[in-house]
């Protein structure tokens, strides 16, 4: 009956062992689900008109460091005229 004992400390050694490493295993991540809700967090706030320096509190300056655009109706309109 003692031989049987010093077996059985063994086998409880290799299914705590088995235990344990499944356990230190086991997949942490919690998947795709959280970055693509990131992802879409950031997409939404790149998308979203941001304030320009005329919007914000600052002095209001004539010289603007970005010129505003024409549209792209009068450019072609000053292109096809001036072809011809």
Do not use: C, Q
Request: proline share 6%.
């Amino acid at each position: 009956m003692a031989a049987l004992a010093w077996l059985l400390i063994p086998l409880f050694a290799v299914v705590g062992a088995a235990i344990w490493g499944s356990w230190a295993s086991r997949n942490k991540t919690t998947g795709d689900v959280a970055e693509l809700a990131g992802y879409a967090r950031f997409r939404d706030a790149m998308e979203r008109a941001h304030p320009t320096f005329s919007d914000s509190a600052g002095p209001e300056r004539e010289d603007s460091a970005r010129p505003e655009r024409e549209p792209a109706a009068a450019a072609t309109a000053v292109t096809s005229s001036s072809s011809g």
